[in-house]
């Protein structure tokens, strides 16, 4: 069998969906599945070193003047009004110079089969089409809003135009209809299939978005708390992370401290408060660190905090997991597919207060009940290892790929439901 992944970024540095092409190809090539990706130019140096070995295996679209001129303009957007216009023409752009690069692929290297991993947006269209080979897209994940409370702290021209980009995601995949014609478009839940543009002509699978690699993720059988109890945040500091939930929660809980992992536009407003709160010996921006170095952070922590009102995924959740620490998230989005009460607390976001109030008696709880957050990181790591592992995802994504070269039922090789195209309801 002989792969190509096709994505805009892979990257562990960038955060969210951009490290799930780096895990693809480095758990397929484990397998010696011969494997090649075609991925954006900035991105190089990074993917050349995580695989220098393979670098022959790579092909990267320059970084033209268009992309940049496009990037410079989305600085002066909001977060979510950015992706959705210029972003989406940034990736357009790539994927229309991808094509060309895939079709010497399958010429030159024979490629059996194409997987578009990112982006997961389920009505983002798709270029890869007509190119002669089966194409698998996703897992796909998205279709949500920001919880009803706080749908008015997003600008009204962010939710204009994001409103206007779905009133019209028929039609932009209906002129570039990747996904309609794709053989398998996996959905990492419901609530994204509910979201798929008209049309889908495929199988319908439903599938995880994120793993967990527990060669990088290890939980320790001892704790390995410090003195202080110490909670963790990771991820981009953007806005709809909503980090000074976590902030004014740790106000109220007196006795510990919380490190802040990652970086983004919100980073001196973050700090502002801090100073304003008076926190600055207890609050720690830790800025990017590696997956080896957040683990370190995660072993010596209590829990990890996680208080983003727009997650669709949330893989760091299932990193807190794998390594045994208990989690406190909203009550929304990915955190709620993952975590149930026997391994973290969900938080629910019905007001801003309310939130700040939720994630300060859960930290106190795990702080003051003896044995909880212990017993809580056990549960948490053991449902980890049970249904989040990469081993068991990529033997279902290889046994899909298997599928749709040989002209198999991909319901009896998986053995999980999939959904009729024809049968399912039109996206809201």
Not at 12 to 32: C, D
Not at 95 to 109: C, G, N
Not at 222 to 243: H, I, M, N, Q, Y
Request: aromatic share 8%; proline share 6%; glycine share 8%.
């Amino acid at each position: 069998m002989r792969v190509c992944i096709v994505a805009e970024n892979a990257s562990e540095r960038f955060g969210g969906e951009a490290i799930l092409p780096v895990h693809y190809f480095r758990q397929l090539r484990s397998r010696g599945v011969e494997c090649w990706m075609v991925v954006h130019s900035r991105t190089r140096s990074e993917v050349t070193a995580l695989f220098p070995n393979e670098t022959g295996r790579f092909r990267f679209v320059p970084d033209l003047w268009i992309h940049k001129l496009l990037f410079y303009l989305s600085r002066y957007l909001p977060m979510r009004l950015s992706e959705a216009t210029l972003g989406l023409l940034i990736q357009l752009i790539t994927q229309f110079r991808q094509r060309a690069i895939v079709r010497r692929l399958i010429r030159d290297q024979r490629i059996d089969v194409i997987h578009q991993p990112i982006p997961v947006a389920p009505r983002f269209p798709s270029l890869l089409f007509g190119l002669g080979v089966p194409v698998v897209i996703g897992p796909l994940n998205g279709g949500m809003d920001y919880p009803p409370a706080f749908r008015r702290s997003e600008s009204w021209m962010s939710r204009a135009a994001i409103a206007f980009a779905r009133l019209f995601a028929n039609a932009g995949n209906a002129l570039l209809p990747g996904k309609r014609r794709a053989s398998v478009v996996l959905v990492a839940n419901e609530r994204t299939r509910r979201s798929l543009p008209s049309g889908i002509r495929g199988k319908v699978i439903e599938l995880v978005e994120n793993g967990i690699d527990f060669g990088v993720w290890q939980g320790a059988s001892t704790s390995a708390e410090s003195a202080v109890p110490r909670f963790v945040f990771v991820g981009r500091l953007v806005d709809w992370k909503a980090v000074d939930v976590a902030i004014r929660a740790l106000k109220e809980v007196p006795i510990a401290e919380l490190d802040i992992v990652g970086d983004g536009p919100m980073l001196n407003a973050w700090r502002s408060l801090v100073a304003e709160l008076g926190l600055k010996d207890r609050v720690h921006f830790a800025g990017w660190l590696t997956q080896q170095q957040c683990a370190g952070l995660l072993l010596n922590s209590v829990a990890l905090v996680l208080p983003s009102l727009y997650e669709c995924g949330g893989a760091v959740v299932l990193e807190a997991m794998a390594m045994g620490k208990p989690v406190i998230a909203t009550n929304w989005g990915g955190p709620a597919d993952y975590l149930d009460a026997s391994s973290g607390v969900l938080v629910e976001p019905e007001s801003y207060a309310g939130m700040v109030a939720g994630f300060a008696q859960a930290m106190r709880r795990m702080i003051d009940i003896p044995g909880l957050a212990k017993s809580m990181g056990e549960a948490a790591r053991e449902r980890a290892l049970r249904d989040f592992d990469w081993q068991r995802k990529i033997d279902l994504v290889i046994g899909i790929y298997r599928s749709v070269t040989e002209n198999l039922d991909v319901r009896q090789e998986l053995k999980v439901p999939a959904v009729s195209p024809a049968t399912a309801p039109e996206p809201n």
